[in-house]
């Protein structure tokens, strides 16, 4: 299960661009994970990328992220078709998850940060469901935590998820963690723990430099799935 469960993860590191790489790594608190992440191009010029934490860990956890994996490979096909792509919109993709999530009646929910990033207009448009703790665009500017909160999925029929636009500097590092990553840091409060994470994110340029800040590895015991995604765009 596990071998399959990484098979349909994207392969690490990779070029969305001549200047833009993604890495990721996951981290399961048991054999298999219900952390999950993905990204692929969409059209010449568009990234798109989520990472999910499914409720729980452990099989029944997993078995939601390998259907998730399909859904998203549906909606990839999708614009793959298409000659040119002018906008994808996460909230919709956040909308058909949550839709296909309770026909199946699966009893699981889960946390989302999905978003797509317009390499050649420079612009990132994402929508949040529940996903903590924030994520974090690191610019030349200083470290920005992206707001927006929204509803888990799975849960409720009738949910809408806000859409948030962001401009893009020429070079940033974009960040995103599950959850799990706050049980593997210094004991603190929550806001203590997202302060930490900021100050860490300055020195991140590859997936690997911020698992070697949280000293974590794959041999560690963990209390919860952790999972690492960091997009990093530079001339």
């Known amino acids: 299960g596990r071998r399959i469960q990484y098979r349909l993860l994207p392969q690490t590191p990779f070029n969305a661009s001549d200047n833009c790489v993604v890495s990721h790594r996951i981290f399961p608190s048991l054999y298999l994970s219900g952390d999950f992440v993905d990204y692929f191009k969409i059209g010449d010029n568009k990234l798109g990328f989520y990472l999910a934490d ?50 199946t009646k699966m009893g699981k929910h889960l946390a989302m940060f999905c978003g797509v990033i317009d390499l050649e207009n420079n612009r990132l448009t994402y929508s949040v469901a529940a996903h903590y703790p924030p994520p974090l665009l690191v610019t030349d500017s200083g470290t920005l935590s992206l707001a927006g909160r929204g509803l888990p999925l799975g849960l409720f029929k009738e949910v809408h998820h806000d859409e948030h636009v962001v401009d893009l500097a020429q070079n940033f590092t974009l960040i995103a963690a599950s959850d799990g990553v706050l049980e593997v840091m210094p004991k603190g409060s929550a806001a203590e ?17 911020l698992v070697a800040l949280l000293k974590l590895t794959d041999d560690d015991e963990l209390p919860d799935d952790v999972a690492l995604l960091v997009i990093k765009r530079a001339s």
Not at 67 to 91: C, D, G, M, W
Not at 195 to 207: C, E, Y
């Open 54 to 103: 499914v409720s729980g860990h452990g099989a029944a956890s997993a078995f939601v992220t390998v259907f998730l994996k399909a859904i998203t490979n549906r909606i990839q096909k999708h614009y793959e078709r298409k000659t040119s792509v002018s906008f994808v919109a996460p909230s919709k993709i956040l909308a058909a998850i949550n839709e296909e999530l309770i026909a």
């Open 193 to 209: 723990k997202e302060k930490q994470l900021q100050t860490m994110a300055i020195s991140v340029q590859t997936v690997d430099d």
